[in-house]
């Protein structure tokens, strides 16, 4: 099984936002079903998408699977987005000395 392309899965708001709860803590399928308006299968189909990109895995507590962020794919977007950084740093500090001038 090949891993999905990480920009694909990162497409996808929902996807985006259970990253963002899990930089925080650890959260059960339960958990991130109270943070959406989606039942359990659709956060659970989510979730398997970010497990088989290797952006999060599961940690199997009693009964419970805690989800947990895997930074080092994000790595690969980093990389990527670091020129559209430099690139709005630039604009911005031209911007400011507009600004200034005016």
Same mark, same amino acid.
């Given at each position: 099984?090949?891993? =999905?392309? *990480? &920009?694909?899965?990162?497409?996808?708001?929902?996807?985006?936002?259970? /990253?963002? #709860?899990?930089?925080?803590?650890?959260?059960? *399928?339960?958990?991130?079903?109270?943070? &959406?308006?989606?039942?359990? =299968?659709? *956060?659970?189909?989510?979730?398997?998408?970010?497990?088989?990109?290797? /952006? *999060? @895995?599961?940690?199997? @507590?009693? @009964?419970?699977?805690?989800?947990?962020i895997e930074p080092a794919r994000l790595v690969e977007?980093?990389?990527? #987005?670091?020129? &559209?950084?430099?690139?709005?740093?630039?604009?911005?500090?031209?911007?400011?000395?507009?600004l200034e001038e005016e």
């Amino acid at each position: 099984m090949t891993t =999905p392309d *990480v &920009f694909a899965v990162l497409a996808n708001p929902i996807r985006r936002r259970i /990253l963002e #709860l899990l930089l925080k803590r650890p959260y059960t *399928v339960n958990n991130l079903v109270d943070e &959406f308006s989606l039942h359990r =299968p659709s *956060v659970s189909e989510h979730l398997q998408v970010l497990r088989s990109a290797e /952006l *999060v @895995r599961d940690e199997r @507590r009693g @009964r419970e699977r805690y989800y947990h962020i895997e930074p080092a794919r994000l790595v690969e977007v980093n990389e990527w #987005l670091k020129p &559209f950084e430099h690139y709005w740093r630039e604009r911005l500090q031209a911007f400011d000395r507009t600004l200034e001038e005016e």
